[in-house]
Each structure stands twice: as structure tokens, then as C-alpha cells.
């Protein structure tokens, strides 16, 4: 079989070795297509390509169109909104994520954007510790789980709110349930949303539910830009001037929030919370055995199109 590693943004060359090794000792073999510059060059490229490794790859309909003997992807990270999935049911292809492979990096970094906002953002004012605060989790999942365990070794009071997750759950992941979204956000001086991108939760972070934060409260997102309404964020801060926001990644307003709020308000010009070499590699290895798993024995465990 041919595999395509359709990568716009590569793979640590550690990884694509490991990738390469699972895949050739399978008896598949391995095409390299990285850095491209249009989609176009994905839409020609997945031609002949019975598998594809994706990271933040847009797989559209076009390129499920394109792609005749395609029969699986695997989004090698946990969200998979940039894949069109009803397309790919439509076809016939399987989608799989890689869950839980990246999530201890993002964990670290939604920390550190804690602390980074605690302390100004490493500018001399002074600041404020983490220590004795309390962190509201926005869905209890991979991510959300050992931010909760990392934030209470730190000495945070944790709580969590999910609505897929029953609270013995939430109690035995080491976090106190939220009675609704509303009190989670009116008691947590910190509140990191994890929560997948999705039409229900596209758009459902606005200004009513942020300005239930109490006072000097930080919303820390991790997620993806696309879960907050930006202009009710922008209202939000005007109106609150307390408030602060950092985000993994930049919202399309951000020049915008960074001229009126400064340093209230951070964001990665790039996503990064998934970019460390660890976590790189456990999601690269994890979609290559998953898709030599798929044609070995037609193993699906991971399918997220079902
Ligand atoms: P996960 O699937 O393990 O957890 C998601 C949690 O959200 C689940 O517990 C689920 O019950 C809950 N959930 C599902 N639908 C919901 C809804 N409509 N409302 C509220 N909660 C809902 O995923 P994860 O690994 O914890 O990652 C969470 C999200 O973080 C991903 O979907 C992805 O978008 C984002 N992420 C970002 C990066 C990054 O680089 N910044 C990296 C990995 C993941």
C-alpha cells in the first residue's frame, strides 16, 4: 500500500524515521510530501494514495474527490476539524485521531500560559501566583485531565465541567464537578478550555459566559480559536478591564485586542501547544501502527467517523 505523509507543517526528522521503520517493516511503502505550498499540490499529490498521515492538513472534499483509492487518514494529533468528514463517510474512508499522543505537551503549555499571565508576561510589574488559585477545566478529557493533575500539584484548587462525563469521573481524575459551565466560570480565576471544535461549540464562548469570571480572572485557551465568539471576547475585555486572555492561537481580531488591551491579551502566532519533539514522535508512531493495524486485521479502534 502507499502511504502518503501529507505534512504542510513536518514532522521532527526522528519522527518520520519512526514512521517510515512501522510502515516499510509492514510491507508499505512510504511517500514524503511535506512543505507544499498550495492545496492544490495535496489535491494532485493524494492521487494514488491508499493511506494518508495528517497533521493539520486540510482534507477536503475535493481532495477525498481526488484521492480514487483512499481508504484511510489518519490526523496524527487529538482535534480533526480540518478534515471534511461527512466527505469522507461519503467515500468510504475511514478517519482516525491519534488521542491522548500530544496531549501532555499542550497540558504543559496551557501551565505555563498560566503562569505567563500571572506574571505579565515576564515583565517586571508585579504579579501573582498560581498557588491557591482555582482552575475551572472546560471538558475533562485527555488534555483537560493532566492540566487538573499538573494544576493541583501546583497547589491549585481544581474543578471540572464535562458534559460527556459523569462526575465520579471528573472526582476520580482528582478535580471537583462544576454544577453548569456558568458556575464553573463564576468561580475559577483561571478557566482552560478544552473542549473539541465542533458545531455545538463553535462560537460558544462569548461575552456572557466570560464576564461571569470574577475579578482578574485569565481564560486560557488551548483549544482552537474557532470555540470563542471574538467579538463577545472583544466586549468582554472592554468592559472588564480585569480580564485577560491568552490564547494557542492568535484569534483573526487579534491586532485589534492587542492595541486596545496589550498585555491582557496573548496569542501564538502559530499553534504550538502539540510542537515538542516528544509528542511529536508519539503521534507520528501512533498513526503509522494504526494505519498498519487497519490493513494487517481492518482494526478501526480509533475511528472517529463512524
Ligand atoms: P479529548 O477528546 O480527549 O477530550 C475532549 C473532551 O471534550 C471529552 O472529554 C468530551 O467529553 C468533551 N466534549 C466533547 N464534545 C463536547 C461539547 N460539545 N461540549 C463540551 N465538551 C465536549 O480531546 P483532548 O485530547 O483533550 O483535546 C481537546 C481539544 O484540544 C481537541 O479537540 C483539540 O481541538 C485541542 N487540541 C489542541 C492542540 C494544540 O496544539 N493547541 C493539541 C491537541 C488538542
Do not use: W
Amino acid at each position: 500500500m502507499k502511504i502518503l505523509l501529507a505534512t504542510q507543517k513536518p514532522f521532527a526528522v526522528a519522527a518520520v524515521a519512526g514512521i517510515r521503520q512501522i510502515v516499510e517493516a509492514a510491507g508499505h511503502d512510504l511517500v514524503v510530501f511535506e512543505k507544499y505550498a498550495s492545496q492544490s499540490d495535496l489535491v494532485a499529490a493524494v492521487a494514488d494514495a491508499d493511506a494518508m498521515i495528517i497533521r493539520s492538513d486540510k482534507v477536503t472534499a475535493e481532495v477525498l474527490d481526488a484521492a480514487k483509492r483512499l481508504r484511510i487518514v489518519v490526523r496524527a494529533g487529538a482535534g480533526y476539524d480540518n478534515v471534511d468528514l461527512p466527505a469522507a463517510t461519503a467515500h468510504g474512508v475511514v478517519v482516525e485521531n491519534t488521542p491522548g499522543q500530544n496531549s501532555n505537551a499542550v497540558a504543559e503549555l496551557a501551565l505555563a500560559m498560566m503562569i505567563f499571565m500571572a506574571r505579565n508576561q515576564f515583565t517586571p510589574a508585579t504579579g501573582s501566583e498560581i498557588q491557591g488559585k482555582t482552575l475551572g477545566i472546560q471538558a475533562f478529557g485527555h488534555v483537560g485531565r493532566l492540566v487538573g493533575a499538573k494544576a493541583a500539584a501546583l497547589g491549585m484548587k481544581v474543578r471540572a465541567i464535562d458534559p460527556f462525563l459523569p462526575a465520579e469521573k471528573i472526582v476520580g481524575g482528582g478535580a471537583e464537578p462544576a454544577a453548569s459551565l456558568e458556575e464553573l466560570y463564576a468561580t475559577s480565576d483561571y478557566v482552560s478550555i478544552h473542549i473539541p471544535a465542533t458545531p455545538e461549540t463553535i462560537g460558544s464562548i462569548g461575552y456572557d459566559l466570560i464576564t461571569k469570571m470574577p475579578k482578574g480572572a485569565t481564560l486560557v485557551n488551548t483549544a482552537r480559536k474557532e470555540v470563542i465568539d471574538e467579538a463577545g471576547l472583544e466586549k468582554a475585555l472592554e468592559d472588564r478591564p480585569d480580564l485577560k486572555y491568552i490564547a494557542d492561537v492568535a484569534p483573526d481580531n487579534l491586532a485589534v485586542l492587542k492595541e486596545k488591551f496589550g498585555l491582557r491579551v496573548f496569542a501564538t502566532p502559530k499553534k504550538m501547544g502539540a510542537q515538542s519533539a516528544e509528542a511529536n514522535l508519539n503521534a507520528g508512531l501512533a498513526a503509522a501502527r494504526q494505519i498498519v493495524a487497519f490493513f494487517a486485521d481492518g482494526c478501526t479502534r480509533f475511528q472517529v467517523n463512524k
